[in-house]
């Protein structure tokens, strides 16, 4: 085919529009998504599941949701609805345990901690394991793919290493340790983010503190306070980017908490678990904004759900995306 035949048949194919999902080329697609058993599916998504898989999905206690059943779906074969059923199911209760008091802690978030030095980039949560203080002593730690802890442990600072190596990701959640948390950081590399309301003032450091930063932040909607603190034992300069980086993942994941997410959207793969990068959340019919952890603003308003949730997997380059808000709003105009 010569280069001109080439153009024009990119050009024709530019020009065309797809209407509905059924229709769309999709860059990922419905993997399931949790309902209470009387309930029906959202109308239009039919159109994602050729193969479906209906499953019971109660969480264990004392995680607290409005689903009882996880329906997998699948265009391609009933192996992978039926594989994206367990999926789902888990991957829903995983997020719904993170609003949920867990193993005894208080649920009193004691902020964030990078245990080893600095990896170079931004601050990044999506995925990030947490540590959670026991009302009995010792801690007990928690990832994203996983309803049960993955270990227990008299020493803190040992465990969080673990949730690190087990995640990838180089910061790990602090849970029911109060306000005041002493760290024991023999090579003076650790970092640590707390959040506050200003007229309170700076909240005292967690563990050897060298370096303090304080910037303002706007948590004031989730009620996690106006401003952040960071704790470097590295250097101011590492104090200083972590400030800079982490205020909207922190935002993100505070709003995150506060939405019940109900589907997962995004693309089928056989690797390790990545939690979902980004969220979709419908605030009317047929009108959505997306949400990512590395910016304060928002995506949208869009009409179509999907593309937007492509629009986030791409910019993220995830493999996944939440769909929260009322299911109903995501049902095609008639």
Not at 117 to 146: N, Q
Request: proline letters at 7%.
């Amino acid at each position: 085919m010569s280069r001109v035949s080439l153009l024009g048949l990119l050009a024709t194919l530019s020009v065309v529009t797809w209407s509905t999902p059924a229709q769309a080329r999709n860059i990922g697609g419905v993997i399931g998504y949790a309902t209470n058993s009387h309930q029906e599916p959202p109308k239009g998504f039919e159109s994602w599941c050729k193969f479906t898989k209906k499953i019971p999905c109660h969480c264990p206690p004392p995680t607290v949701t409005n689903f009882d059943t996880a329906i997998g779906c699948s265009n391609k074969d009933q192996e992978w609805a039926d594989k994206d059923a367990e999926n789902t199911c888990d991957n829903l209760c995983a997020q719904a345990a993170e609003n949920s008091p867990r193993a005894g802690g208080n649920n009193n978030t004691g902020g964030v901690v990078r245990p080893g030095g600095s990896t170079g980039g931004g601050v990044t949560l999506t995925g990030a394991g947490t540590l959670v203080g026991l009302e009995a002593g010792g801690y007990v730690g928690f990832v994203p793919s996983s309803l049960e802890p993955i270990g227990h442990a008299s020493e803190k600072e040992w465990l969080a290493e673990v949730l690190v190596q087990h995640t990838a990701v180089p910061w790990v959640f602090l849970e029911g340790m109060g306000d005041s948390v002493r760290w024991e950081d023999p090579k003076g590399l650790a970092a640590f983010i707390q959040t506050y309301w200003s007229h309170q003032g700076a909240p005292a450091p967690i563990g050897q503190c060298p370096y303090s930063v304080q910037r303002a932040c706007p948590l004031e909607d989730v009620k996690a306070g106006d401003s952040l603190q960071v704790c470097s034992g590295e250097s101011e300069e590492d104090a200083r980017h972590i400030a800079r980086t982490s205020c909207a993942p922190l935002r993100y994941d505070a709003l995150r908490r506060t939405w019940e997410s109900w589907a997962v959207y995004g693309i089928r793969t056989e690797g390790p678990y990545r939690a979902p990068s980004a969220t979709v959340r419908a605030v009317g019919p047929q009108q959505f904004i997306g949400y990512v952890p590395s910016s304060l603003k928002v995506v949208g308003p869009h009409e179509d759900w999907a593309k937007l949730a492509d629009e986030l997997l791409e910019s993220t380059a995830g493999t996944a995306v939440w769909l929260t808000g009322p299911a109903s709003f995501y049902e095609p105009k008639e």
